[in-house]
C-alpha cells in the first residue's frame, strides 16, 4: 500500500515549515492529486520562525497549488483560541509566544515543551473541532533515521500516522528532493542551517544559538528579554529554575551566551570542540 494514500476520513496534514514535512506534503499531493475537502493541511506559526520559513511555507502553497491554513495561538479575555491568519498577516515578532508566557508565567523548557503542545498541537485541535471534526488522522513528518521520535499516544480525537517512516524516508533522501527543486525552480528552504522553526529553540545545540547570536543577535535578544521578563521581581536564587535551557542547577541563561559571544572572536564557532553541538532535535507539530 503506498505510505501517501490519505487514509478514510478526515485528515490533518502538520506542515512544520521545513525541508522534511514539505517533502512529506508534496508527496502526499502526488500520491492523491487535490485534496479533498476531508482533507486539512496546517501550518502553526509561533511568531517566532525565521522570515524565510514563512516564505517557503507560501511559496509550497503558490507552487503545488495547496491550500494551507495558517494558525497562531491565543489568549484574551474570550479565553484560550486560535486566530487564522496568513502570510501576510502573521506574527513575524514572537506575539504568540509571549502571549502564552504571560498566561504561563513561566518559560517552556526540554522538560515542560507546553509551547509546542499550545501554540501548534492544541491550536490546531482548536481549529478542528471548531470545524466540527470529531475524529481524525494526523500526518506528522518523521523520518525513518529519526523514528525514535514516532511516540504513539492514546487520544480519543485523533490518531498519529507517519508517512515517511512507513516509506523509509532518511534525510538523504529528503535534501536530495530539494537539491532537485532547487536547480530546476530554485525552489528551496533558504535558511541557514540550524535556524529553521523558532529561531532561539532551546531543542536547538550551544552552537545554534550561538550562531544565532552572531548572525541574527536582534532576533536572540527576544529570548533572552523573555527569561529576564519572567525574572522581573523574582528571587533571583531561583533563576536556574526559569531559563528555558535549565541545565542542570545551572540554568544558563541566553544573556550570558550572547554575553560569552560577543566576548569572543570567530575562532570559537571553528573549533568543533569548544561549543557543544549536541541537538535535542525539532518541532514536529
Not at 185 to 197: E, I
Amino acid at each position: 500500500m503506498n505510505p501517501y494514500k490519505l487514509p478514510k476520513g478526515n485528515v490533518k496534514i502538520a506542515f512544520s515549515g521545513g525541508r522534511t514535512s514539505g517533502y512529506m506534503l508534496h508527496e502526499i499531493l502526488c500520491a492523491n492529486g487535490d485534496l479533498p475537502d476531508r482533507c486539512k493541511v496546517i501550518f502553526a506559526n509561533t511568531g517566532r520562525e525565521m522570515p524565510e520559513t514563512l516564505d517557503f511555507v507560501q511559496e509550497c502553497a503558490d507552487r503545488w497549488n495547496v491550500q494551507i491554513t495558517w494558525l497562531e495561538y491565543k489568549n484574551d479575555d474570550n479565553g484560550v483560541g486560535f486566530d487564522v491568519v496568513s502570510h501576510n498577516s502573521a506574527s513575524r515578532n514572537g506575539e504568540p509566544f509571549e502571549n502564552l508566557i504571560t498566561k504561563k508565567r513561566r518559560l517552556p523548557n526540554v522538560f515542560e515543551r507546553f509551547c509546542t503542545q499550545e501554540m501548534k498541537v492544541r491550536t490546531m485541535r482548536r481549529y478542528l473541532v471548531s470545524l466540527g471534526w470529531k475524529k481524525w488522522h494526523s500526518a506528522v513528518g518523521i523520518r525513518a533515521d529519526e523514528a525514535h521520535r514516532a511516540k504513539p499516544q492514546k487520544d480519543s480525537k485523533e490518531t498519529t500516522y507517519w508517512p515517511l517512516l512507513n516509506a523509509t524516508v532518511t534525510q538523504r533522501d529528503v535534501m536530495e528532493f530539494w537539491g532537485k527543486q532547487k536547480l530546476a525552480f530554485g525552489h528551496d528552504l533558504r535558511v541557514t542551517k540550524g535556524f529553521g522553526n523558532c529561531d532561539g529553540c532551546f531543542l536547538k545545540s550551544e552552537q545554534t544559538l550561538a550562531t544565532l547570536w552572531r548572525l541574527h543577535p536582534e532576533r536572540a535578544t527576544w529570548w533572552s528579554n523573555q527569561e529576564e521578563r519572567v525574572f522581573k521581581g523574582k528571587d533571583r536564587s531561583k533563576q536556574h529554575l526559569q531559563t528555558f535551557k535549565r541545565i542542570s542547577d545551572k540554568g544558563q541563561s541566553y544573556k550570558q551566551l550572547g554575553d560569552f559571544v560577543s566576548r569572543q572572536g570567530d575562532w570559537i564557532f571553528d573549533d568543533e570542540a569548544f561549543l557543544c553541538q549536541a541537538d535535542d532535535g525539532e518541532c514536529t507539530g
